[in-house]
């Protein structure tokens, strides 16, 4: 058998339709689907066993509750025939040619781990590891921390023969651990970044998204590290991966919106917490791979400038970036999209970097060297995205740096080189990843009007906005993005599927 998908369930409720739908729809020939059912007391465990009657490739494990999906995850590990293992979420969805390109990338390969694209919804998915197919990735240089949760294709003798699983229980950071121990053990990891193969959906209420018990919490990152320590020497190679989880897990979660709500008793724990932490393991060293936006938070937080860092924090709440079209014109046959993206503040203020530095807008006592947007390169993109399922495509793009900060860029969409666009409506997003601030916005502002040509058709939307629509064309029988197939309501998942 070619692939085990292992999916812990745990009262999922209608919400697992979507999933079980995209798993059975699979072009691959040989595959079997493990739903490892963690407790489900809402009427989910008997619909799984309902799919187990109708489809032979499915299989059903019952456990008592666990409080985590380590367990269930390794129960599906300990069931599964496959050479190798996908881990698929309860509420996530698959393009239905995701484990026929992962598998066959896996092979070419003879790769260890395939990552396959993901698109978000309702969650942040990291680009720049997804720009395009890579054959042999590299952890660092390719951004591959970006995405540490287990939505990817592992070799099942692999994880046997290094003793690769899951801390079980209502642990956090399991996935980080598990995937972690799974890079630096591997021997190839192959990236599929032309096809979306799992749509990574956010649920509310879910586990991962509650706030985390301070103590708990920091325990579990300095596991993470303590990996890291078994596998990389002291040094700027291990302060590059200490960075990761300093700017992501401590530095960021200050900003978010979830911890600034958070009762004032938390917030405190949670930076106590932090300020042992940074003083233990993240040495000054990992500062020098910090952008200047984290590196401003780290010295606060170094000197214990509580008032100073939440001030900042605050003061960057809700901030965007502001994308505006500045035209529309035919090159050819290809289409250019002119426009303009800067970082703002809530109330639209741009974000003010006089002679190459970040001044912020509140009082912070930090190094003036911290405030440095250094020589880390800023990237302007401007992404196509699918309006039915939010695949998205990046564009040829040419850019430029304004003196107030501001970036400017003329993007192509041309069929030419993406000969097997779909037919479907697309939208455009500008992402600008600078400074420690990464952010997307949708294009505004399209008043003039450009005729169709070719396969393309702009328009203006509603509000005022530059939408493309991609008339159809004849298309190869395995093509980068098969159009999205959306299930009506009470369709029956074993018998005949129904396009909306």
Known sequence: MKVSVIIPVYNTGEDISRCAESVLAQTMDDYEVIFVDDGSSDGTEKRLDELATEHDRIQVIHL???????????????????????????????GEEALERMH????????????????????????????????????????????????????RSFLARHGIRFPEGPVRLEDHRFVLRAYFHAGTISVVGDYPCCHWVKRPGSYSRALPEPAHYHAMLREVLDIVDEHVPPGPVRDRYYAHWYRGKLLKRFGENGFLDAPADYRRAYYDEAVRLTGERFGAGVDEWLPARFRVRSELLRADRHDELFDLVRAERDMRLDAVLDGVRWRGDRLAVRFTARF????????????????????????????????????????????????????AISTEHLSDGAMTGEALIDTRALPWLPDDVWDLFARIDGGGWTYERRLRGYAEQVPARGRLEPYRTVNGNLSVRVHAAKAPSKSPFRRAVRWLPGARLGGRRTRA
Do not use: Q
């Open 104 to 155: 066959a990338m896996a092979l070419r390969n003879d790769a260890d781990i395939v990552i396959g694209k993901m698109v978000g919804h309702g969650r942040r998915v990291p680009r720049l590891m997804f720009r395009t197919d890579r054959d042999r990735a590299d952890v660092l240089e390719d951004n591959l921390l970006g995405i540490l949760t287990p939505h990817k294709l592992f070799r």
């Open 344 to 395: 703002v503040y809530a109330d639209g203020e741009p974000l003010a970097f006089p002679d190459g530095r970040w001044d912020p807008r509140v009082p912070v006592g930090a190094r003036p060297e911290a405030f440095a947007l250094d020589d880390r390169p800023w990237r302007l993109d401007l992404y196509i995205r699918r309006r039915g399922d939010s695949a998205d495509l990046p564009l």
């Open 64 to 94: 008592p509750p666990s409080g985590g999906p380590g367990g269930p995850r390794n129960a599906g590990i300990d069931a599964a025939r496959g050479d190798y293992v996908y881990f698929l979420d309860d509420d996530d969805w698959l």
